[in-house]
Every structure is written in C-alpha cells, then in structure tokens.
C-alpha cells in the first residue's frame, strides 16, 4: 500500500482499476506494480498476485 | 584539452575515470529544468563535476520560503529572480566551466530553442505537465532525460534512454493532482545526486543506469525500494515521436 503497510485480498480476476476503486485509492495518484513491474490500469490481477502500489510524487 | 588548474580541481574525479572521463564530462551540455530543490542540487553537482556547460532554466524569484532546501540561493538573493541567483553560486563553485541562466517559463513553443546545444536534460520541475513538455523533446531529440521528483520524506528517479526505455509518459500515463508539497532539503539532497551520478555513468558510458527501473526512496524508513518499468505499445508520446515498438 502507499502507507507502507501490507494488505491481504481475495479476488478471482479483477481489473487493477476495480482493485484501486475497492480499495478508495485515486488511480491518478498512484502507479502499480504487478509482481514487480509497472502494469496499466487495464491489466488484471488475482489473489495469487503482489501488488505494490506506489505513490507518484511531483515535487522538486 | 584540460588545463593545469582543471587536472587539479578534478583530480579526485581523474582518478575515479580518467582524464579522458573528465573531457567527456567537460564536452557535455547539460540542460536544467529548474533552479528549486532538486535543481539546486543538480546544478551543484554538475558544476562541481565540470559538466563543460550548463543551461538552467526558472521562471520564479527566490521566497523566503525556499531557503529550507534549495541551496543555490541565500538569505541575500531572497526577492533575486532564481535564474541570476543560480549563475552567480554555479560560477562561484567552478569558473572553469559555462554557466547559463535563463528566466524563462518552459513551454511547447520554446522548448526546442532552449535544449539547443544540450546533450542531456536533468529533471528538476515540480509539476507533471512540464515534465511532459521536457519527455516530447528528449524523446524527439533523443536525448537522455533523468527523471527525478520529491515530496516530504520521499523520492523517486528514473532514466529515460529515447528508443530503448520506457519513457515518462509510458510509465507515468497521467499527471498527478497539483498540490502544495511538503519538502524537506534532505530528500532533494538524495534524488538530486541519483540523478547526477546517473547523468555522470551515461557520458562516462560506465556502471548500470536506472533504466526501465523506478527507483524509490522513503526517508521515513531509509529505505530504497524500484519496481520495474516496460515501455507501453500505447504510449502516445512515444507513438508521436515514431518510436513505438522500436524495441521489439
């Protein structure tokens, strides 16, 4: 999670949209890595999956 | 060619890679975009280094509220436009290179004239859509763009290699929610000197570069963290600059 904490979900099959919206994370914010590797909103994920949700930072 | 007091203001760097190294370094236009938090670490370094010439670029004037992080600028400059405050310090730390300092606000319209010359453009804006301005030209310059941004405790950098990595937009598809971000001078201090070590192993042609690497730094739990990063068919700044799937 952003925070730095770890979340445990189960889902068959779901969009990485639909997993940011369960989880009331803007997706403009944050960008997600699937096992590792920067994957776009329209990409699925499943409970067998690790999600790291990074958010994007903007200042210098 | 470097003269007598250049072989000694880099000697430490001249045993690190070599006088050869060093006119690479030397031979280098380096464009800056912006002269705040990352910028005054940026151009520091970079001037430090002997990067031959450096364009720093800021529309604004120095704030009180700057002096926490960004360096460049003392309590003196404070009401100074930044641009006249950075080429003052950079010259200050190395006369022996270029130092141009331009008040200038980045767009679509000038972005060609200002990169003019420069081989590399350090990322030191605080906003996504200039950023977005600065990935168009490198990408159609195809010149390298070393990402970097801040906010608080924490950071993350990235390289772009035109044509071979994952460009900004391609990993960053839409611009984060404008806001006023907390800053500390430390965490500039940090992304900052990635970006320049990163700017230095690309001339130098030496080490592994973050490429299709995103790194990230909390300095809440000094830890370093990266995630990959892939190229994206769909990526219109790529697609805009014909180098969609060149890759693959």
Known sequence: ?60 | MLNDLEKKRYSRQICLFGEDGQRRLKKTGAFIAGAGGLGSIISIYMAAAGFGMIRIVDCDSVELSNLNRQVLHWSGDVGTSKAASAKDTLEGINPEIEVEAMEETISIENIDQLLSGCDIIMDAMDNFPTRYILNKAALKKKIPLFHGAICGYQGQATTIIPGKTACLRCTFPRAPPVTTFPALGSTCGVIGSIQVTEAVKYVLGSGGLLENRLMLWDGLSSSMDEVACARNPSCQDCREAGLEREDN
Do not use: Y
Not at chain 1, 23 to 29: A, K, Q, Y
Not at chain 1, 40 to 47: G, V
């Open chain 1, 1 to 60: 999670m952003p925070d730095g904490s770890r979340k445990e979900m189960t889902v068959s099959v779901a969009s990485i949209e639909e997993i940011l919206k369960e989880l009331h994370i803007n997706p403009v914010e944050v960008v997600v890595a699937k096992n590792g590797k920067i994957v776009p909103e329209e990409e699925t994920a499943s409970s067998a999956d690790e999600l790291k949700i990074v958010r994007v930072v903007h200042g210098g």
